[in-house]
């Protein structure tokens, strides 16, 4: 039987909390403005009312009614903002949660080792694997904070922009036919082909690496692939000196429409329906509050269930683009949750509402449920780069840590009480297929990183 599905006790973890001094870096897919790091957290008022609290039974109330939870406006926190605007987290009793926007990734993650009581945050939106790089205190400094992964927040939305002087070059999906070109770059124009995300060893960097690996082009040798500020990497696209980056909704629209560049691909069609970013409270608090915890996935789950009606998006829309939250136009918002994308280089706009962020479901299942499968592709590929000095040894280890970290039993509990349909039936969500013919199965990890001809291990 898989790691996957066995059973496990809460009672395993340790509750311990540390401090780190981290530098800081830029926030990746920043929409708008650059966020203000002192911004506030006050409640803007949604078009229309917000749902009528449940009728919460006296064993399932909250321990606490209140929980400071940190966010990137960008889409993957959709659902977040939501829930509180709309009422959902209330409805379940959860009436005191506060969202507290974010500068960057990096302070996000020194807030949550320092906890709210410190004047940081209990947990939030995070991608992946971060909640594990946390909780193994591979990212805070060397101190551990024990993380939960509690549920995904949403799935596409994100893709790899690449500077208009490339038009015509064949940078599109597939970069095969233009792996000569970029692997040339340092004798045709003095430097190597520079390529950026705006947080190592996660997300944004893996799906950059997938891309320019699947070509043929070593993303460690071959190009120069940096951390850079978002509105630094916009700025070297415009002026030439930046060729590409992996970016989030809406900067695909912004590329194509201020005429910085195209977009090689959206992550919808590198790998369909794939895991992006998830709530992840630490754990300290879960086991303190796992009645709140489980008040918390409810509001969340419907939440999510809203923002998938096609019905809801406009109002969706207006509700994240306001100053508390997003601070961009609506009709810059407006296309991607249509699943609208203008690509550029002639490339065919794409127009597929399921191609665009979803949140509860998908056409191949549940998007809210924390598959441990996915933890599970997201450290292979951690040790197929060498992140972290090698950190992660073997799968075994891998999976261990997925088994302290992932608390798919909380959402599958939570669900349950609430009445949710959809539930999955397993940790797994069995085989994943990427655009260039690789297939991950969980069962068999090895022979995944096996198959892959372009890593560093």
């Known amino acids: 039987m898989s790691d996957f599905n066995r059973p496990h006790s809460r009672r395993k973890f340790l509750l311990t909390a540390g401090a780190s001094a981290m530098g800081s870096i830029f926030l990746k897919g920043c929409l708008g403005n650059p966020p203000d790091p002192n911004a506030g957290t006050t409640t803007q008022v949604s ?28 889409v993957e926190s959709a659902a977040l903002v939501i829930a509180k605007e709309k009422g959902f987290f209330a409805k379940y009793g959860m009436t005191d ?54 549920a995904q927040l949403n799935t596409n939305g994100n893709g790899v922009a690449i500077s208009g002087i490339h038009t015509g070059k064949g940078l599109g999906l597939n970069t095969t036919n233009a792996a000569d070109y970029i692997k040339g770059f340092p004798s045709t124009n003095g430097r190597k082909f520079k390529a950026a995300h705006t947080f190592p060893n996660v997300n944004q960097d893996f799906w950059i690496r997938y891309w320019f690996a699947a070509g043929g082009v070593n993303p460690d040798t071959d190009i120069d692939l940096l951390a850079v500020p978002p509105a630094e990497t916009v700025q070297g696209m415009r002026n030439g000196t930046m060729d590409a980056f992996s970016t989030g909704d809406p900067w695909p629209y912004r590329i194509v429409a201020d005429d910085i560049g195209f977009m090689a ?30 008040a918390l996935l409810k509001g969340l789950m419907e939440a999510q269930q809203w923002c998938d009606k096609v019905e809801n998006r406009p109002e969706l829309v207006q509700i994240v683009s306001g100053r508390n939250y997003f601070n961009v136009p609506v009709d810059v918002l407006t296309p991607p949750y249509q699943g609208s994308y203008a690509m550029g280089d002639e490339k065919p706009a794409i127009q597929d509402f399921n191609m665009g962020p979803l949140y509860w479901t998908d056409p191949v299942g549940n998007v809210s449920y924390p598959y441990k499968s996915h933890d599970l592709w997201f450290l292979t590929e951690t040790m197929r780069w060498g992140f972290h000095n090698n950190y992660f040894k073997d799968f075994d280890q891998a999976k261990q840590v997925i088994d302290r970290v992932n608390r798919e039993d909380l959402w599958r509990e939570a669900a349950q009480e609430a009445g949710f349909s959809g539930i999955p039936t397993s940790t797994s969500r069995g085989v994943e297929k990427f655009f260039d013919g690789v297939q991950f199965d969980p069962e068999k990890p090895e022979a995944y990183l096996n198959s892959l001809q372009v890593k560093r291990i």
């Open 97 to 150: 949660v506060e969202l507290s926007k974010q500068a960057n990734w990096a302070s996000a993650r020194d807030n949550v080792t320092i906890g709210s009581q410190g004047g940081g945050i209990d947990g939030g939106q995070w991608q992946m694997p971060m909640p594990h790089l946390i909780s193994e205190g591979l990212i805070t400094d060397g101190k551990k904070v024990p993380m939960y992964v509690l």
């Open 265 to 294: 691909c959206i992550t919808s069609e590198i790998w369909p329906f794939h895991p992006e970013e998830y709530l992840g409270i630490r754990a300290d608090w879960v086991d303190q509050n796992p009645k709140a915890t489980k």
């Open 47 to 74: 078009p229309t009312a917000a749902v009528p609290a449940a009728n919460i039974d006296s064993g399932m109330q909250p321990e606490t009614t209140a929980v400071k939870l940190g966010f990137i406006p960008i």
